[in-house]
């Protein structure tokens, strides 16, 4: 009897479980039926594009080792330091109140946002790759402060990492918000306000003789996950993703994936992986424009200094 009532008794605790288990999570869909990828999302994050040296092969933190990496990476970066010397503090000119670099490590704990290839490092440039490298460097070398267009893209206001492809966390505004309609999936970026047009209607790209900043974007679903192919880059940029993907994976995340497949400028291609977290907007116009009176500055300086 005793028996007995210890059976029904485990029945009866555990049917309740069992009736209110929890089902898979599944990604929201548009009016459409497509994965729902909208709303204001950031990439932000300390862990590096590519494993520093010092860890040799080490693909992961043990959860000590990324509390101790953290630590380090938040002293590195304070801009509110003044040791050094005078250089030292001159290149902390922002301070720290400026800066949204993130203080932590991606939720996996891995030790660079390369995936592949498994050293963690971006793959050596083609002897062509490195040759346009060289040619570009000394056609530059004493003119760097001709004129504006001598200047980097990003300080030109033009082009920076974050606006992709590949969509890279940089030192602040990571901040992305994605907007669905039919056919077309729009990516507008904080930094320097760009916009990224994605058309998925199944539409050619462009001829290959349009070259553009961000390439020629076009996208598909293929489950669950938005693949977009890119082609057409400009070859103003340093280096290109071909290939990305945006996954839903949670409620608030979404694993940004991209593969950099440029036989031109690589000797293989490589792959990296970024979480991506939904946060509150609104994102704020970041005003960044060609003109601005930075550049008008260092020119004047340069001036000033051909004067001495």
Known sequence: MKNRFQSVLACACLWPIALFAQKPWSAPR??????DLQGIWTNITITPLERPRDLGDKAFFTEQEALQYEKQVREQNNADRRDGGTQADLGRAYNDFWYD???????NRRTSLIT?????KIPALTPEAQKRQADRAAGARGHQ????ENRALTERCLVWPTAGPPM??????NNYQIVQSPGYVTILVEMVHDVRVIPTDGSPHLPSNIRLWFGDSRGHWEGDTLVV?????TDKNSFRGSDENFTRTGPDTILYEFTVNDSTAFTKPWTAQIPMTKMQGPIIEYACHEGNYAMSGMLA???AD???
Do not use: I
Not at 168 to 173: I, K, Q
């Open 116 to 120: 592949d290839p498994p050293d963690g």
């Open 101 to 107: 670099r993130g203080t932590k490590v991606v939720g």
């Open 301 to 303: 300086g340069a001036r």
């Open 168 to 173: 890279l966390p940089s030192f602040y505004n």
């Open 30 to 35: 548009t009016t459409e039926g497509k994965p």
């Open 306 to 308: 051909e004067k001495k």
């Open 229 to 233: 192919e890119t082609t057409n880059f």
């Open 145 to 148: 402060f001709d004129g504006p």
